[in-house]
């Protein structure tokens, strides 16, 4: 009976002493990314966006590890504008802010005129990040406008569109 009393004690013992240890730390953790749904939306709604202005271009969404959801080429738009936009796209993604943005931080900063070298990067206007609230789960990347801005207000027609759907 003491045996019993003292192996009861024991694990009773034991049993608090893990109780009472750190957790070790998780080996797998969970990352949120743009489903191929509303990355085909958001394609849609930035080549409608740029028609409505005169412009053909192509446009494609990225998730946030750079792997292309979408992708739509207007009737006419360059050939070019497929691996362009995607590198907009994939560039934002990765970097976390638009390619507008990061094109004035290359010509403002030295320490960052290398980023162009950067395989799959395109610095020119036209990528933005897709963000819910301060997460990125992908990105959208537009070319075959005149311009990086006016690819850039595509690009954002494209997240007005299914903003109110992520998260």
């Known amino acids: ?41 958001a394609v849609n709604a930035a080549v409608e966006a740029c028609a409505g202005r005169g412009h ?9 590890s750079g792997i292309m959801k979408a992708m739509l080429r ?24 638009g ?14 005129t290398r980023l162009p070298d950067v395989e799959g990067f395109l610095i020119l206007g036209g990528g933005l990040p897709i963000r819910v609230g301060d997460e990125v789960v992908g990105g959208i990347g537009v070319d075959g406008a005149p311009g990086g801005l006016l690819d850039d207000q595509c690009a954002e027609a494209g997240i007005a569109r299914i903003r109110d759907r992520l998260g």
């Open 74 to 97: 207007a009737d006419g738009a360059g050939p070019h504008g497929v691996w362009a936009a995607r590198a907009k796209a994939y560039t934002a993604a990765s970097t976390r802010i």
């Open 56 to 64: 053909r271009v192509t446009a494609v969404v990225v998730d946030r």
């Open 99 to 112: 390619t507008t943005q990061l094109l004035e931080a290359v010509r403002a900063n030295p320490g960052a």
């Open 1 to 41: 009976m003491a045996r019993a009393v003292l192996t009861a004690a024991m694990l009773l013992g034991c049993a608090t002493a893990l109780a009472q240890a750190p957790a070790p730390a998780p080996s797998l953790y969970t990352e949120r990314s743009i489903n191929a749904a509303l990355a085909q939306d």
